[in-house]
């Protein structure tokens, strides 16, 4: 019998993690900060993002002055690494500690390789917004379920990463965004959107006025919605009727609260094909979006293994 802890489509209550989740994001926060303050400007915020690795999440190459740096969270050594192009290292483990701890330590870290991060100290898109100095309040780490929930964004990504490789258009890297503490991939209709209201907490209505200034259905998987975490899809400006669509598989349903269709993450872990589910689930919000908002679908979209074709042939 596969154990909880070797199983591909893990099992992790929401509510098992609550307060490491909660310090985890703010810890996620500081290091995509930490990016923010050096990678130049990509439309939609897309320099700002981590993206899952082999071994947790990683910030990818930071530019620096001549050269670049990476952070990354090692999810199974437990570990936070930091790698310089000049050859430089430092790590720290990653154990119960406050934010405050973490802030001071990692500045700390950068400081010893030479790397000035100037960084706006606290968060966004979350109340209250608890200055990363002053946050001894979350505290948390739990390190079976910090993998666990790295295991579950393992198999989002490799499963949305699919899905993304369906679209020909402008579409986004599947990227985790630390504001929301969610894992994306956003398909443009190649038209533009009226501004964006804003209202997210801790956040200026600019960012998301840039952030959703191109008509777009957006997907993923975050830690919330539902017992488990959920996948989720949206789009915005959604068109006229896109909330009564019908969508795939049983169990996906449309959520007032959100605002988006939802699939809880226990639904698909537990469906006889987890990876079909899921798929089922991107398809069809997708195609909502784009068929009521009458997205151009022949010139957006093609068969990924079109290149085979040309490798028989050669």
């Avoid at 910030?59 to 001549?66: C, F, M």
């Avoid at 430092?90 to 802030?103: D, G, I, K, N, Q």
Wanted: glycine content about 8%.
């Amino acid at each position: 019998m596969t154990s909880p802890m070797t199983a591909p489509w893990p099992s992790l209550k929401v509510s098992d993690w609550t307060p490491t989740r909660d310090t985890l994001h703010m810890w996620t926060q500081i290091v995509g900060k930490i990016r923010m303050a050096h990678a130049p400007l990509i439309n939609h915020w897309w320099q700002v993002t981590l993206y899952v690795s082999s071994r947790g999440l990683t910030t990818s190459s930071i530019p620096y002055r001549t050269g670049s740096f990476e952070i990354e969270f090692d999810f199974i050594g437990h570990q936070l690494e930091i790698r310089s192009s000049d050859g430089g290292t430092r790590s720290l483990p990653l154990r119960p500690m406050p934010v405050a701890e973490f802030y001071t330590r990692i500045m700390g870290l950068l400081g010893e390789l030479g790397i000035e991060a100037p960084i706006r100290p606290h968060p966004n898109e979350v109340e209250p917004a608890i200055p990363f100095a002053e946050d001894d309040e979350h505290a948390s780490y739990d390190g079976a379920a910090v993998n666990l929930f790295w295991r579950q964004l393992l198999q989002a990504n490799r499963v949305v990463g699919d899905f993304r490789s369906h679209f020909v258009g402008k579409v986004s890297p599947v990227h985790f965004f630390w504001g929301a503490m969610d894992l994306a991939c956003t398909r443009f209709s190649g038209r533009s959107a009226p501004p964006h209201p804003g209202g997210a907490p801790n956040c200026g209505d600019w960012v998301m006025v840039e952030g959703y200034s191109r008509e777009l259905s957006s997907c993923g998987f975050w830690p919330g919605g539902g017992e488990e975490g959920a996948f989720y899809s949206y789009a915005y400006p959604a068109p006229d009727g896109f909330a009564d669509q019908p969508v795939g598989p049983d169990g996906a349903y449309y959520s007032t609260e959100f605002r988006q269709f939802l699939l809880p993450y226990e639904v698909a872990r537990t469906a006889p094909d987890p990876d079909r589910a899921v798929a089922e689930f991107l398809r069809t919000t997708y195609e909502a979006a784009a068929n009521l908002g009458q997205w151009d679908r022949p010139a957006l979209e093609d068969n990924p293994l079109r290149w085979l074709s040309h490798a028989s042939a050669g």
